[in-house]
């Protein structure tokens, strides 16, 4: 059973600071994986998928990386902004996306 | 540009009533998914189908049935609704390659949610 954890839960940080979001999963029989942002009360946005043979998407300001080896991803911003204060979910499957609790990021302006 | 349409947005039941939670999607995508997000986790699995006419337990199928109605849509039903189902409801979408394993392109569409209330 694919199992997601995220680190850290929370995050608070003064704007214009680079920042790395942590993903761990625990099988690495995966195709691709997927970074979502959520802001409160809504849906989710699909960010940046990643596929394995990539290992590494950029969109932006937005980079992630997938090491299947290690059961890793991480999601960099770099100069963060008071808009990018949502929650950031990645998730991975085989049949169906399994999540992760999700990091709670404030960027302070 | 509809994507995922979910309705209702927001619904209060009193425990034991019934109701059913309805998805389209206008992508042709032969997956559909429905999840739940209960505050501070992630989302849950409840019931996905793969195809048209098929359906799986997810990881928290119980007090849930669902209907896969046609290739567009995939409801939800609670059947005598309890407190502990209060939460968000997702559903989602994606192309997935026949076998039902997902592919390196297979991306997640996800519709804006519905906020259950069971008091």
């Known amino acids: 059973k694919q199992e997601v954890t995220q680190i850290p839960a929370a995050l608070s940080v003064p704007e214009g600071e680079n920042l790395v979001l942590n993903c761990s999963f625990t099988?690495?029989?995966?195709?691709?994986l997927q970074w979502f942002r959520q802001d409160p009360g809504k849906g989710l946005t699909s960010l940046l998928l990643i596929q394995s043979s990539q290992r590494e998407q950029t969109s932006g300001r937005l980079n992630a990386s997938l090491d299947k080896s290690s059961g890793r991803s991480t999601l960099y911003i770099a100069a963060s902004q008071p808009g990018d204060s949502a929650t950031y979910l990645c998730a991975t499957g085989r049949r169906a996306l399994t999540f992760g609790s999700g990091t709670r990021l404030q960027v302070q302006p | 540009n509809a994507g995922v349409t979910q309705t209702p947005k927001f619904q209060v039941l009193k425990t034991g009533q019934s109701m059913t939670l309805q998805c389209a999607q206008d992508?042709?995508?032969?997956?559909m998914y429905w999840y739940r997000q209960d505050p501070g986790m992630g989302l849950r699995l409840i019931y996905y189908s793969a195809s048209e006419g098929t359906t799986d337990k997810g990881e928290v199928p119980n007090g849930y049935n669902v209907s896969r109605l046609n290739k567009r849509e995939f409801s939800l039903r609670l059947e005598s609704a309890a407190p502990s189902q209060t939460s968000v409801y997702f559903c989602a979408s994606s192309e997935v390659p026949i076998g039902g394993v997902w592919g390196m392109n297979t991306e997640a569409f996800f519709g804006q949610g519905t906020r259950l209330t069971v008091v």
């Open positions: 992508m042709n995508h032969n997956s």
């Open positions: 099988d690495s029989a995966i195709y691709n």
